[in-house]
């Protein structure tokens, strides 16, 4: 008899529906201090889902994700909050910056544009499974085993 898996990892699954309810989603990085970039499943829903998104991460996690060759929405969206080295006063610019969209007389127009900006049509090309995937064990190739 067959045993049934299951599995309680939600890791890997975009959530549509939310997405399909909401007009941005606000990403809380994994690594949230420091001069890190770490680009966890949590930014990639956002880029995979072609979201529209503020980041809760690292001092400059945008300029690397720009770097990286992503669009952002610095035109549309205050995101000088991602130079600030002090969290809290990151956290908190960034809160205003949403706050000030929200807020905004245009705000449906804003939305569209940056809809239209993170509808770019970018190609994803996934080379290894992350380390902590249930499938990495099995990966001759991964390089972290």
Same mark, same amino acid.
């Given at each position: 008899?067959?045993?049934?898996?299951?599995?309680?990892?939600?890791?890997?699954?975009?959530?549509?529906?939310?997405?399909?309810?909401?007009?941005?989603?606000?990403?809380?990085?994994?690594?949230?201090?420091?001069?890190?970039?770490?680009?966890?499943?949590?930014?990639?829903?956002?880029?995979?889902?072609?979201?529209?998104?503020?980041?809760?991460?690292?001092?400059?996690?945008? #300029?690397?994700? $720009?770097? *990286?060759?992503? &669009?952002?929405?610095?035109? +549309?969206?205050?995101?000088?909050?991602?130079? =600030?080295?002090?969290?809290?006063?990151?956290?908190?610019?960034?809160?205003?910056?949403?706050?000030?969209?929200?807020? #905004?007389?245009? $705000?449906? *127009?804003?939305? &569209?544009?940056?809809?239209? +900006?993170?509808?770019?049509?970018?190609?994803? =090309?996934?080379?290894?499974?992350?380390?902590?995937?249930?499938?990495?064990?099995?990966?001759?190739?991964?390089?972290?085993?």
């Amino acid at each position: 008899m067959q045993q049934e898996v299951r599995s309680d990892n939600i890791s890997p699954y975009v959530p549509w529906e939310i997405y399909r309810r909401t007009n941005y989603s606000a990403v809380c990085e994994t690594l949230g201090v420091g001069d890190t970039f770490f680009l966890s499943e949590k930014t990639t829903k956002a880029l995979w889902g072609k979201r529209i998104f503020v980041m809760f991460s690292a001092v400059n996690f945008l #300029s690397r994700l $720009r770097d *990286q060759g992503f &669009k952002t929405f610095s035109s +549309i969206i205050d995101e000088s909050y991602d130079q =600030e080295i002090i969290p809290t006063r990151r956290i908190n610019r960034l809160i205003k910056s949403l706050t000030e969209l929200y807020n #905004s007389p245009d $705000r449906q *127009q804003k939305i &569209k544009e940056m809809y239209r +900006i993170s509808h770019n049509g970018a190609i994803w =090309e996934v080379q290894s499974p992350h380390w902590r995937c249930d499938t990495a064990i099995d990966d001759p190739d991964h390089k972290r085993l």
